[in-house]
């Protein structure tokens, strides 16, 4: 089965998890063990395939340790974090990543004892090189939160520890401008010419009326070299150049 390369769909709300998410699927080493991997384990995304209907066939075949495995020495081999793993899942089943496959911080439970009379758990939040205070907080007060209504939940927590495994890559780029770049950077991959793409990008101005339209229209763009430049920028945080 052979396959052309599609552009992962990303359905997520901020600029900078997009930004993450982006920087790593539309790597060429990633979009080349894609294809593999989609040929190895017979994944079509056109045939609409759910993730749970996926995970249930490889199951029932006994070969979804040996995706897992292959899925965990892909992300590796390109330096990102445990935080991605279902963003490299997703990609590869549903050629789509959503709000609730990324978290640039999360909790793990940890057991600390083999003794099932006398549990002993951790609970440590996994972070990354990408991650920010603000979203260990946010997982902190969340378990807080969590703790005070479903005591049951959790194995008499002793303590959080600040924990990680692999930091990762850390990426410096605009974020306000990470998707408009990336649309771009796509146009110019499918063999679009720059003036095209300027052409068809301002007709899709969203307020043609503006008065000193290129200065005062945070859409448009007045001529193809910032397209250029943006593409190229593009390319050297996906290893492109």
Not at 24 to 35: A, E
Not at 57 to 68: G, I, S, V
Not at 109 to 115: A, F, G, L, M, V
Request: with cysteine.
């Amino acid at each position: 089965m052979k396959m052309a390369i599609k552009r992962i769909n990303i359905t997520i709300r901020t600029n900078r998890q997009y930004g993450d998410v982006a920087i790593l699927v539309d790597r060429p080493k990633f979009l080349k063990r894609m294809v593999e991997l989609r040929n190895k384990y017979s994944i079509d995304p056109t045939f609409k395939e759910t993730y749970l209907e996926f995970i249930f066939r490889l199951q029932t075949a006994r070969k979804y340790r040996d995706f897992e495995k292959d899925i965990t020495n892909l992300r590796r081999s390109l330096d990102f974090p445990s935080n991605f793993s279902r963003v490299v899942e997703k990609a590869i089943i549903c050629n789509e990543v959503s709000n609730k496959d990324y978290k640039s911080a999360y909790l793990e439970e940890i057991p600390t004892s083999n003794d099932p009379e006398s549990p002993d758990t951790k609970y440590a939040i996994i972070i990354s090189s990408l991650t920010l205070k603000k979203d260990v907080d946010e997982v902190f007060d969340n378990f807080k939160s969590d703790l005070k209504i479903n005591k049951e939940k959790y194995k008499e927590p002793s303590e959080i520890d600040y924990h990680s495994f692999l930091l990762g890559p850390k990426f410096e780029y605009e974020k306000s401008k990470i998707k408009r770049d990336r649309e771009w950077y796509w146009q110019e991959k499918s063999s679009k010419q720059y003036k095209d793409i300027l052409e068809d990008w301002n007709k899709k101005c969203p307020d043609p009326s503006l008065d000193n339209h290129y200065d005062a229209c945070k859409h448009c763009v007045a001529d193809q070299n910032k397209i250029e430049q943006a593409v190229s920028r593009y390319k050297k945080l996906i290893n492109l150049s």
